[in-house]
């Protein structure tokens, strides 16, 4: 299925950013992907692994399931 209106670049860049970030806190916590995936609410690895690099558009639930699971403030993972 196609999207009517295709996704602005802008958005594109700014989700590949919030995945940057995701990663970093991660990383900084020594968590592996899977780990991060099963705390945040048995998420699927694949879903998360999308998240991370910016290829998935997350709901709101799951960003504040992952800034739980790693330990950080949903803010630090969302500003701009």
Same mark, same amino acid.
């Given at each position: 299925?196609?999207?009517?209106?295709? !996704?602005?670049?802008?958005?594109?860049?700014?989700?590949?950013?919030?995945?940057?970030? *995701?990663?970093?806190?991660?990383?900084?916590? #020594? /968590? &592996?992907? $899977?780990?991060?995936? #099963? /705390?945040?609410?048995?998420?699927?690895?694949?879903?998360?692994?999308?998240?991370?690099?910016? $290829? &998935?558009?997350? /709901?709101?639930? &799951? +960003?504040? /399931? !992952? &800034?739980?699971? *790693?330990?950080?403030?949903?803010? #630090? +993972?969302?500003?701009?």
């Amino acid at each position: 299925m196609s999207r009517a209106n295709p !996704i602005p670049h802008s958005v594109v860049v700014r989700r590949r950013r919030v995945g940057a970030r *995701i990663r970093a806190a991660r990383e900084a916590k #020594e /968590l &592996s992907q $899977q780990t991060v995936a #099963e /705390l945040a609410g048995g998420m699927d690895r694949a879903t998360y692994v999308r998240i991370e690099q910016g $290829q &998935s558009s997350p /709901l709101l639930d &799951s +960003l504040i /399931l !992952i &800034s739980d699971a *790693i330990g950080v403030p949903l803010a #630090e +993972l969302v500003r701009e």
